[in-house]
């Protein structure tokens, strides 16, 4: 009896081992869904992104450019209080004139210019082809209205608008350029449902 006891432990405890492995591979082989959150830090803190799946080739350039760390070797460089606050390549013919990273629009009827919202500049051309060199961020709490169908929104600030608001309020000369630079490194933060909800405070 002893023996056949002894027995069946130990194959319980194997079977129980086998279905555990099992249950392993199978999470390994289905990974929890990741989103890609943008990242972007700068001297007085970080500000973190929700991209819109609504602009996906916005959204798809502005991810490759940050993973090529295109966007930290510039500066956040332009500053108008109850507008925007402006980062990446400054409004010069150098960076729009034949510029590599244009992108036709995207527009939403849903996605608006309000506080927070993240935005591509360019320049006046009539297609109102978006520069991925260059990115603003809404810093009027009521919005701007009048830039909806003009300027591409492709996402919104999910935390760190604090950071957001002491950009804002900067020194600043004539032309709206801080007057102490603000430094600029921006990444891309792949995480969970459960990882934006505990370190975000954000939900879909």
Known sequence: ?????????VVCLILTSCSDKI??????????????????????????????????????KFIELADKHHYDQFTMNRVVKNF????????????????????????????????????????????????????????????????DSKYMIFGKIVKGADVLETIEHVQVDKNDKPLEDISLHVFIENMTEKQMKDSLNFEL
């Open 1 to 9: 009896m002893r023996n056949s006891a002894s027995l069946l432990l």
């Open 23 to 60: 249950k392993e591979e199978k999470n390994d082989s289905h990974p929890e869904k990741t989103y890609p959150i943008a990242v972007i830090t700068t001297n007085f803190g970080s500000m973190f992104f929700w991209l819109f799946d609504e602009t996906p080739n916005h959204k798809a």
């Open 84 to 147: 925007v606050i402006q980062g990446g390549c400054p409004d010069s013919v150098q960076y729009f004139e034949g510029s590599p990273y244009l992108l036709e629009p995207e527009f939403n009827d849903s996605i608006k210019h309000v506080y927070g919202a993240l935005g591509m500049g360019r320049d006046d051309n009539p297609e109102k082809k978006s520069n991925a060199c260059q990115f603003y961020v809404v810093s009027y709490e009521a919005g701007l209205p009048s830039l």
